[in-house]
């Protein structure tokens, strides 16, 4: 008789609390989780650093703890890095909040990435991983391909010219078939004749938007660098020039002769 009752009773709270259960899967209600955007932080040499952005939303009207967020990126198919972000904090009720991820690849990461996008021009890339509420592990996941800028020198002009010193503009054309915007801070350009170096420059504080646009590079050079003297040059005008644009996105190069004979009359 004892037996039967426990078994009863056992049935009547497994039966409660899966009526709790159902009640509050009814009444509490998941977290949204969707992709809105990914955009470029830092950029150098020695780190390039994703920034992918998704958005929470909470549909209750209680507010909510959202703890973690777990992460994983691949390139091209490939397991690349993981991690986890600290706590993200409290989401108030019936509200949303936008997450950015910061995915910095260094070392062996970023080297794979350079050679793949300097060979291929373009990188398949995934995002995925759970945002971690409520005892709940809710998944996102989001492809797409990062493609190298497109670049070609649209023009060359001599803006000042004389014995002492060259002012040139090097007007660069870019097409940036990325939805993002990408980051000029650490693009490097020189200019050297016949393995001579006679300038170096670099952008900073600058972006490439997207689609096209125009950058213009100023450059210095001193002809006296590369002549004895002014009768030395006018016997033999040419001087040769190479071009060498360099980021940790892309490199161009680019050689052109400028007759100083013409420039100078």
Known sequence: MIKNLMIVAAVTILSACSTLQQGLKDYVKQPEVNYKSIALGQVSMDLIELNPTFNITNGNAFSIPVNTISYELSLNNKKMLNGETESIGTLPANDNKDISLSIALTKETLNSLQQLLFKNRKLDYQVKGNVNAMGLAIPFEQSATLYVPEITIADLN????????????????????????????????????????????????????TGKSNIQLPLSIKPSDMFNNVFSMLSNPELPLHFEISSPLFTKSYDQTLNLGSLLK
């Open 158 to 209: 001599v803006v000042n010219a004389s014995f002492s010193q060259l002012d040139i503009v090097l007007s660069v054309d870019i097409d940036n078939k990325n939805d993002f915007n990408l980051p000029l801070d650490n693009v490097n350009y020189s200019v050297s004749s016949k393995g001579n170096s006679l300038f170096k420059g670099a952008l900073t504080s600058q972006k490439i938007t």
